[in-house]
C-alpha cells in the first residue's frame, strides 16, 4: 500500500475510532447510575447499540478499502468474523480472537435491541454489557494500533 492511499485509510479509521471512544465514554460516564430507573436501562441499551454500530462502521471501512465484499443474511456476524481474519497479501487481522468475542456478545445485544421492539431489557444483562464496554474499549484499542502499525508503509 503506498502512503497516500493509507493515510486516507487511517484519517477514516481514527475518525471512526474517535466515535467509539466518545461513545465508549459516555457509557462509563453513565455506569454507576443508569440503572435505577427503566428510562436509564433503556438509555444504555441504546448506547451500547450505538457502540456496537460505530465499532461496524469501522469494520465496513476496512471492508471496503480493501474490496472484502460481504453478502448473505448473516451480514453482521460475517462482517465481524472477517475481522478476525488476517488476508495474505491484502491486509492483517484486525480484531484478536478475545476482542471478537466481547463483540460478537455485544452484536448480538444490539440484533436484541434493534428486533425486540415489545421486550423489556434485561437491566443484569445491560448491566453486565456497560460494565465490559470499558474492557472492550481497551483490548479493541490495543488491536487497532496493531492493525495500523502492520499496515503502515515502510
Known amino acids: 500500500m ?6 486516507v485509510l487511517e484519517a477514516e479509521l ?10 465508549g465514554d459516555r457509557i462509563g460516564d453513565r455506569l454507576g447510575t443508569f440503572a435505577h ?34 453478502d448473505g ?3 453482521h456476524a460475517e462482517l465481524l468474523r472477517r475481522m478476525q481474519l488476517a488476508i495474505e497479501g491484502i491486509r492483517p487481522a484486525l480484531l484478536s480472537t478475545k476482542t471478537a468475542a466481547a463483540l460478537d456478545e455485544l452484536r448480538r445485544f444490539r440484533h436484541l435491541f434493534r428486533h425486540a421492539y415489545a421486550a ?7 448491566a453486565d454489557l456497560a460494565a465490559k464496554a470499558a474492557h472492550i474499549q481497551r483490548d479493541f484499542a490495543a488491536d487497532f494500533e496493531r ?3 502492520l499496515l503502515r508503509p515502510k
Open 2 to 7: 503506498d502512503k497516500g492511499a493509507f493515510a
Open 14 to 23: 481514527r475518525s471512526r475510532f474517535q466515535d467509539i471512544s466518545r461513545i
Open 37 to 70: 430507573s427503566a428510562e436509564g436501562i433503556d438509555s444504555m441499551g441504546y448506547q451500547l447499540h450505538n457502540f456496537y454500530g460505530a465499532f461496524e462502521q469501522l469494520f465496513e471501512e476496512v471492508a471496503r478499502f480493501f474490496e472484502n465484499r460481504i
Open 73 to 75: 443474511i448473516r451480514y
Open 120 to 126: 423489556d431489557l434485561d437491566p443484569a444483562k445491560v
Open 147 to 149: 492493525f495500523l502499525v
